[in-house]
């Protein structure tokens, strides 16, 4: 690498001078001005043709002249330059080559830390009772200039935090189930109260179980007086009506009057296709509340 450090270039300045320059210029642009304004036609036209000519000559001799200059002025540098810039590209191949050896070994060695540190994971978590799974690696554990006890304190203390949460969840999970075994329904039953604790507060999910205990006991409630209304109405008719054979029939309209005893009266609800897990829940619930029901199946 020592004769690209000493590589020795020798550049001289160069400094170009055209004493007249300006006073060409000026000419040419009031000649081309003078051109310019000159209409062509049928009796112009070789007139035009000769002013075209001399014309491109002009051009192509500033043009000649331009090149020329140039090429006195850059002399060899185009080849030097071809030079520099095929040694450069062929550089750049080989360092992005080391590059991607380097990245695979980079890769392989951080993988490395990587299940190293899985496995002591592992092992902390099991001091603390939690889920390692739970434990999140951060990135700059992974940095081979990362220092392990440094990295090892960043896992007893997440794994800290997580039995502190799940001891929490423990307690919030114990209160749902007293709640509601003192309203009569199942913690995991078809509110699923326990599972709402990954979006809700304690207090929320509470009040819900109470307020959806309240609302379907109302429900009951207003079927049962439906249904002791509709017994008294039948058992009503069933004093006006006048016995005809065996039936009871409505003086006034001539329609067969059902007795009231007929009228279901023990509020017994029916489920269809319940699945097992919610039949049991049925019955935990309505054994409690005092509600007689049957499942059927479809």
Known sequence: MNEIEVLDVKVTPAQVVVPNLD????????????????????????????????????????????????KKVIGNWDEIETKMMKVEKKGKAVSDNIGAQLKVLDDKAKADREETIKREIT????EYGVDPSQVKIEPKW???????NDTERAIRSECEVLRQFAEMRELQIKEIENHAEKLG?????????????????????KGNMSRDVQLAKARFAAKKAEEEAAYQQALEREKQATKVGSKLVDENTGEVVMPAEEIRRDYQYTFKGLTEKQKNYMEYTFNQWNVSFSVQEF
Request: net charge positive.
């Open 23 to 70: 006073d060409v210029v000026s000419h040419v642009d009031e000649m081309l001005a003078s051109y310019e304004a000159t209409p062509v036609n049928a009796k112009t036209q070789k007139e035009a043709k000769e002013v075209r000519a001399d014309l491109n000559k002009a051009i192509k001799r500033i043009s000649d002249i331009r090149k020329d200059t140039k």
């Open 142 to 148: 992974l940095n081979k200039s990362a220092n392990w």
């Open 185 to 205: 329904i199942r913690p995991e039953g078809v509110g699923g109260y326990i599972g709402q604790l990954e979006t809700k507060g304690l207090d929320d999910i």
């Open 123 to 126: 092992k902390i978590a099991s």
